[in-house]
């Protein structure tokens, strides 16, 4: 079954410190790939995507992301993270074709300390 | 732009119960797709509807139901409730043919079974 990984379920940084979360999913076929965003409270934000070309994708907030489709990999960086970064981070996947079915993996708390 | 919206905010069941959650879609969205959140996990997805058709199905048992209306909102019903019922159920609204189908999410229902 296709699924998604994500190797880290607690990180906790100070603030400027840099962030990268990894996510690898398990699908030969052509993806879509996500990372949403669940602050305290609020409901789940997309901070970026990646459809076709340039691996190298930025998003909200300076978050960053690169596919890697040799290692199935879609890694979210942030160089300098703050307090307010503090939240749950999910990586999905949709396979191509099939839009409905977001798969997500069991998601990264990220604790930011002042 | 009106967001997804979903109804109750918390709910309390007892095992055996049934019930019925509900998402208006956000405006313009015809697409409806269900997700089931545990504590601590990512997203599963249930089902999703599209034009009051069900038009892909998660790894859920019949007792999980949807409906769609033709303003495009949604129901989510869940017979003879059991006790892992218990999560957060996100609606999440989208619109199929544009460029990324990205999906919209509500706040969520937070459903406890006792």
């Known amino acids: 079954a296709q699924s998604v990984s994500q190797h880290n379920h607690h990180v906790i940084l100070s603030e400027a410190a840099s962030l990268e979360l990894g996510c690898n999913y398990s699908?030969?076929?052509?993806?879509?790939l996500f990372w949403y965003v669940q602050y305290p409270g609020q409901h789940l934000q997309l901070l970026l995507k990646?459809?076709?070309?340039?691996?190298l994708v930025k998003g909200i907030k300076g978050f960053e992301a690169e596919f890697i489709k040799s290692k199935f990999s879609f890694n979210l960086r942030k160089p300098s993270v703050q307090w307010s970064d503090t939240a749950e981070y999910f990586c999905?996947?949709?396979?191509?074709?099939?839009?409905?079915?977001?798969?997500f993996g069991q998601g990264t708390t990220l604790q930011v300390k002042p | 732009e009106t967001g997804v919206t979903q109804s109750p905010t918390h709910l309390i069941k007892t095992r055996g119960q049934q019930v019925t959650l509900r998402c208006s879609s956000q405006?313009?969205?015809?697409?409806v797709s269900w997700y089931q959140q545990a504590l601590g996990q990512g997203p599963q997805f249930i089902f999703q509807?599209?034009?009051?058709?069900?038009?892909g199905r998660g790894n859920f048992p019949p007792r999980f139901s949807g409906l769609q209306f033709p303003n495009y909102s949604s129901e989510l019903n869940v017979n003879a409730l059991e006790l892992d019922d218990s999560a957060l159920y996100l609606c999440?609204?989208?619109?199929?043919?544009?460029?990324?189908?990205?999906?919209?999410f509500g706040p969520g229902t937070r459903l406890t079974v006792l």
């Open positions: 509807y599209y034009r009051e058709e069900e038009n």
């Open positions: 405006s313009g969205h015809n697409t």
């Open positions: 990646y459809f076709s070309g340039d691996p």
């Open positions: 999440a609204s989208s619109y199929p043919g544009t460029t990324y189908n990205e999906q919209f």
């Open positions: 699908y030969g076929g052509t993806v879509n």
């Open positions: 999905a996947v949709i396979h191509s074709g099939n839009t409905g079915k977001l798969i």
